[in-house]
């Protein structure tokens, strides 16, 4: 049977009358070039339906080739700065790559389960805080068996391990590190009155990072006390709501706050200004994610490299054997929202 | 012949033996339900292979009732939250929505569309600001046809109409308005030096703005000055180099800013900052789209509704009959950024 040879960027070249450099510049996007040029490059690579390189293998019937990553919402600088790391590994290994959101509604993460499943989808990338229970494990263990039957691989991010003989991948943050580290920043400057606000009972992230507010507070010899731990979920409208309501109780019976994620924090800082409290002056307070507004609130918080998880989660996926839990290292960003403490 | 009827979620309450009202509550996810409830529904739903009504639509061979958004990048806010308005009508409307960025390159946006024809999606939204010459003209009259030709809708949001005979539709804001109306209250207090930061010519979105700039500024008898439109990308690095720049060249020659957008804001109010020079009571600035970190840093600025404009896509595409571009208004949010000019 005879196979018809695939148009090359030479070809591309060759009919639009410029250079190769020029044709990838072209499709590259991020030269300048003359529109007279871009059309001409452009004309040529219609006519000769050429596909770039990086893209072939995605243009296949279906979607093998290409990578799916499955958020509650993009419009959450965590997601987001995530599924930005998972587009520009898959563009770098040749995959186009889909962001599928869920809301959170398990209805919709199974309807994009299947679809991909069907669509055969190299990889499929979970991400995001859950409730880690019989059910979820059923789901995910289910979910990992049927992609890995249709040669798809199921990636977890920031989620716990399924366990042996679960085919799903997983990398996550050292996240009770993180809350270890920037509580004993805290403890280091005095704090002992430690207000963690973003408390979730069951939810895997909020409890990696309270154990580490924990763990920090028996290191340095202070007695936790469950009165300084508050509900509240990782947003911004939440950790102000509930800030409010403890500040509305009476003076606040805690020198700094240790704010689940940096949405909680600004919130939490809004309803210190809103109780004439000021930061650092009066409350210290620390973050953690280190995404906007931690930079403009000049918030003091735990940097995640949100890209490199996104990064490692492809490359794990595509490396196409098997592998351990990866866990990515994070590290303070100290600002200026924290104030020693002076006895 | 025959058809199996298809599973009902009435079907599902009896097989788990709970009620309706239940199982909805569990496949929404966004009410609290017991972890055992939880398993016996979700068994059920696998049993039963259930498919939830919102999503059947989407789960047939190909894409067909999927709607995808194309964007540069989900790290943006201004993208972001225009996909999650789209993911949020979609929803609504029982189809599934897959977001796909091109980091602003050519090559992977020309194969996402091919992917997007291919997979026969009901329709695609290509979001976001573009240099509006003949080669791209051209190119989106081509998608716009060859989807059409499956069967498939184009929907361009934030972009200009491509103009009679092509089946394209167009969603946008009114963005000359909301830069008229900005530049007017700059005005109002007595302003007449006005920096705009955020030039880039060819650019449909910028071009709008300075278009609204320059013609308050002609109603209110102020002489444009060249001097005074300094170029910048819509990003806070190049709000930031931009205004550094400017400044280091000796001080202001102006006593405001109007930013392209709010993360170029951001980035000259550090800028400023780090010169002694203190918002408002130095140099008044606003920005434009409303999104973080305009709250916390106290910004006025421009809102546009942002996911309101992605369900109006969604909408106009699946209303399947043709209709003129859709313009959505703007409005002002005044915060603590601008102070009147004591002459």
């Known amino acids: ?34 529109p007279a040029t871009r059309n001409k490059v452009m004309r040529a690579v219609r006519e000769l339906d050429y596909v770039p390189n990086a893209h072939a293998r995605a243009l296949s019937a ?8 499955v958020v509650n919402s993009v419009a959450v600088p ?30 919709r993460e199974l309807a994009i389960m299947q679809m991909m499943r069907e669509q055969r989808a190299e990889a499929v990338i979970l991400v995001g805080s859950v409730i880690v229970d019989e059910e979820y494990r059923q789901r995910m263990a289910e979910y990992a068996h049927s992609l890995d039957a249709a040669g798809s691989r199921l990636v977890l991010c920031g989620r716990p391990p399924l366990g042996e003989g679960v085919p799903a991948l997983v990398v996550g943050f050292d996240n009770t590190g993180g809350a270890y580290a920037v509580t004993a920043h805290l403890l280091s400057a005095g704090h002992r009155r430690i207000l963690y606000l973003g408390l979730r009972p069951g939810h895997s ?20 006390d469950p009165a300084l731990e508050v509900k509240a979920d990782f947003s911004r409208e939440s950790g102000y709501a509930a800030l409010s309501r403890r500040l509305a109780e009476g003076p606040p019976d805690f020198t700094a706050i240790f704010a689940g994620n940096d949405l909680v924090a600004a919130g939490a800082i809004q309803a210190l200004r809103e109780h004439g409290l000021r930061v650092p002056d009066d409350i210290s307070i620390v973050g953690y994610d280190d995404v906007p507004p931690a930079a403009d609130l000049g918030l003091t918080t735990v940097h995640l490299p949100h890209d490199e998880l996104g990064r490692a989660a492809v490359r794990l996926a595509l490396a196409r054997e098997p592998a351990g839990p990866i866990t990515l290292g994070t590290h303070i960003v100290v600002r200026d929202s924290v104030r020693p403490v002076t006895p």
Chains 1, 2 share one sequence.
Do not use: F, K, W
């Open 1 to 34: 049977m005879t196979r018809t040879r695939r148009v090359t960027i030479r070809d591309v070249a060759v009919r639009a009358g410029v250079s190769v450099a020029t044709v990838s510049r072209v499709l590259g996007g991020d030269y300048p070039v003359l």
């Open 78 to 107: 965590y997601y987001a700065y995530i599924a930005q790391g998972v587009e520009e590994q898959a563009a770098l290994e040749g995959r186009l790559s889909l962001i599928c959101t869920t809301g959170g509604d398990t209805g």
């Open 205 to 224: 992230t909020s409890d990696s990072r309270v154990a580490g507010y924990r763990r920090a507070l028996a290191d340095y010899g202070v007695p936790a």
């Open 62 to 69: 279906s979607l093998p080739g290409a990578v799916a990553i």
